[in-house]
C-alpha cells in the first residue's frame, strides 16, 4: 500500500497546482480568486517511480467556528492528521505571513512528517522568503513552482526514504493470507507468537467506544477516550497478551455517517478503516447498543468480507441496556438479515467501560481465527460434493447439462475451493450460494468468508487413471470362462 500525502496551506498558495501536476490531471480547478478548493480530492500521486496517493485539501483558514470557513478547516486538519506526510506550501512570493506561523504550529503538533515547500520560488525575488522560511521549524524548505514543475526532483528526495520507511513497516505489519494448501498440509491454525501476533483491527462509528474496548483490554490508558465523537486520528496499534495469545491491536479512526460538507471526511475515515482492514486478520466491528446496524456499519462489516479477513460483531454499552434479552434476539435477526454474507459469524455484546464480556470476546476472536484457517481433505470434499449432487443437482441452462467432476481446496485465510466442472461459465450465481451455504453448515465454517472457483476441465478426470489401473467388476466378468459361469 502507498503512503498518503496531504497537501495543505493557506488559499491561493499554489496547492491544486501542484496536486494536479503530481495527479498528471486536471482534476482540481485552479484560479487566482482564493478558496476555490473547499473539499478534499483524492488521486493517484505520481513522481518518476515514486507512487502514493495525494490529497488536495481547502486552505488553512484562521476560522474555528461553525461557518464555512471553521468547517472547512476542521477537514484540512482532519486530512492532515490522516496522512502519512503533510506538505506545507507557503508563497514565496507573499513571504512568510502571521497565519503560515499559526498553521506550522498546529502541523508540528498534528503530523510526525512535515515538509515545508516555497512555491512560486522561480526567480531572485523568491531569495528573501526563502531564507524566511526556515524560521517556521520546519526544516528547509524546498524551493519550487508547481506552474512550471520546478523542484520536482528535490520533492521526491525528501518523500523516498519516507515512501521506503511506510513499506518496510506495512510489510512487516501485512498479515499472511491467501495460503496455499496442498494435499499433505496440516490441518491445524498457525499459531500466533510474538514475532508474529495475531493481529486485530477494531473498526466502527465514531465514540462507538473503540478506544475505551482496547484500554480495557490491555489493562492501561494508552489511548486517549472522552465522550467527543472522533478522537481518533489515525489507524494505531498496540500489542498485548490477550487470554495468554500474543495479539497485535488496531485503533481506528470512527467512520463517520454522511453529513453536509463532511462527507469527504466520511471518505476518509472509511479509508482509514480499509487501511486496518488490510492490516487485521480478524476484524471486529464494534457497534453501539443504542443505534446498531447503521449503513457504516455495514459497509465495513461487507468490506471485511469482501478482504477475505474473518469478522466478529461485538454490540458495546451492553450494561446500560434494560431489556437484555429481547434486544439480543433483535440484534441476531437484523444481523442475519442485513449481513447475510457473513451468516453465522459470532456476535457478542460487551461492555467496554466496565469490561464485562471481554472473556466472551476473546473467545469469540479465536473461534474466528480458527475457522478462517480451516483446512478440508480433498476426499472428505469429493464425498460431500457427490451428496450434494445428488440431493440438488446442478440445473441444465439452454439444455447443457453441467457436470461437476473433482473439488479440491487450494487456500486457506480464508478457506478458498476449486470445482473442475463443465460450462462453468453457465453456472448460477444461486447454485454457488448453495454449494457455498453447504460447505459453511458441513465443514462448521460459520462466518468466515469463503471462495468458490469454477474451472473448466472438459472431459478430464483426476481419477481417471487411477480407476483405469483396477479392473472393472464387468471386465473382470467378461474374463470368466463359461464353464465359471
Keep these: ?43 493517484e500521486g505520481r513522481i518518476a517511480d515514486l507512487r502514493f ?30 496522512a502519512d506526510v503533510c ?44 531564507l524566511e522560511a526556515y524560521a517556521l521549524g520546519l526544516g528547509e524548505p524546498i524551493r519550487m513552482s508547481a506552474e512550471h514543475g520546478e523542484g520536482m526532483g528535490e520533492l521526491m528526495d525528501v518523500l523516498r526514504p519516507i515512501a521506503d520507511a511506510h513499506a518496510e513497516q506495512a510489510a512487516a505489519d501485512a498479515p499472511e493470507v491467501d495460503v496455499d ?3 499433505d498440509d496440516e490441518d491445524a491454525a498457525r499459531v500466533p507468537t510474538r514475532a508474529k501476533p495475531l493481529q486485530i483491527a477494531v473498526v466502527g462509528r465514531p465514540n462507538a467506544g473503540k478506544s475505551t474496548l482496547i484500554n480495557k483490554i490491555i489493562g492501561e490508558e494508552r489511548l486517549l477516550t472522552g465522550p467527543e465523537a472522533g478522537i481518533t486520528r489515525d489507524a494505531i496499534s498496540v500489542q498485548q497478551d490477550w487470554g495468554g495469545v500474543p495479539m497485535r491491536i488496531f485503533d481506528t479512526a470512527g467512520m463517520r455517517k454522511k453529513a453536509k460538507v463532511q462527507e469527504k471526511l466520511e471518505k476518509l475515515s472509511v479509508s482509514d478503516g480499509l487501511r486496518a482492514v488490510k492490516f487485521a486478520e480478524v476484524v471486529v466491528v464494534l ?17 471485511a468480507e469482501r478482504e477475505g479477513r474473518a469478522v466478529v460483531v461485538a454490540v458495546n454499552k451492553w450494561d446500560v441496556e434494560v431489556e437484555k434479552q429481547s ?26 467501560k466496565t469490561g464485562k464480556g471481554l472473556d466472551r470476546l476473546q473467545q469469540a476472536i479465536m473461534r474466528a481465527h480458527d475457522v478462517w484457517n480451516r483446512r478440508v481433505s480433498t476426499a472428505n470434499l469429493n464425498r460431500w460434493l457427490t451428496g450434494m449432487l445428488e440431493q440438488h443437482p446442478p440445473p441444465a441452462p439452454g439444455g447443457k447439462r453441467i457436470k461437476m467432476r473433482y473439488m479440491t481446496q487450494v487456500k486457506t485465510r480464508p478457506p478458498a475451493f476449486v470445482v473442475m466442472t463443465s ?32 474451472r473448466d476441465q472438459g472431459d478430464k478426470n483426476p481419477y481417471k487413471d487411477k480407476k483405469s489401473s483396477q479392473p472393472s467388476r464387468l471386465s473382470k466378468h467378461l474374463k470368466k470362462g463359461p464353464t465359471d459361469r
Excluded at 20 to 39: E, I
Excluded at 292 to 298: M, R
Excluded at 330 to 352: I, K, N, Y
Aim: glycine fraction near 8%; aromatic fraction near 6%.
Design 87 to 130: 506538505l506545507f506550501m507557503i508563497d514565496a512570493r507573499a513571504g512568510v505571513l502571521p497565519a503560515d506561523e499559526v498553521f506550522a504550529d498546529i502541523l508540528r503538533k498534528k503530523n510526525a512528517n512535515v515538509i515545508l515547500a516555497a512555491n512560486k520560488g522561480e526567480g531572485k525575488a523568491a531569495d528573501a522568503s526563502i
Design 287 to 303: 457497534l453501539d447498543v443504542e443505534i446498531p446496524f447503521e449503513q457504516q456499519d455495514l459497509r465495513i462489516a461487507d468490506l
Design 423 to 454: 460450462h462453468p461459465d453457465m453456472m448460477p450465481e444461486s447454485y454457488k450460494r448453495y454449494l457455498v451455504n453447504g460447505l459453511r453448515v458441513d465443514f462448521d465454517m460459520p462466518g468466515t468468508p469463503i471462495r468458490l472457483f469454477l
Design 1 to 43: 500500500m502507498s503512503f498518503t500525502l496531504a497537501i495543505v496551506g493557506r488559499p491561493n498558495v499554489g496547492k491544486s497546482t501542484l496536486f494536479n501536476r503530481l495527479v498528471g490531471k486536471k482534476l482540481a480547478l485552479v484560479d487566482d480568486q482564493p478558496g476555490v478548493t473547499r473539499d478534499l480530492r483524492e488521486g
Design 53 to 82: 496517493t495525494v490529497i488536495d485539501s481547502a486552505g488553512l483558514e484562521e476560522a474555528t467556528d461553525d461557518s464555512l470557513q471553521g468547517r472547512m478547516r476542521r477537514l484540512t486538519e482532519r486530512a492532515v492528521e490522516m
Design 181 to 183: 494448501v496442498g494435499e
Design 327 to 352: 434486544k439480543l434476539k433483535e440484534l441476531r435477526q437484523d444481523f442475519e438479515r442485513l449481513l447475510p454474507q457473513l451468516r453465522g459469524a459470532p456476535l457478542v455484546t460487551v461492555s467496554a
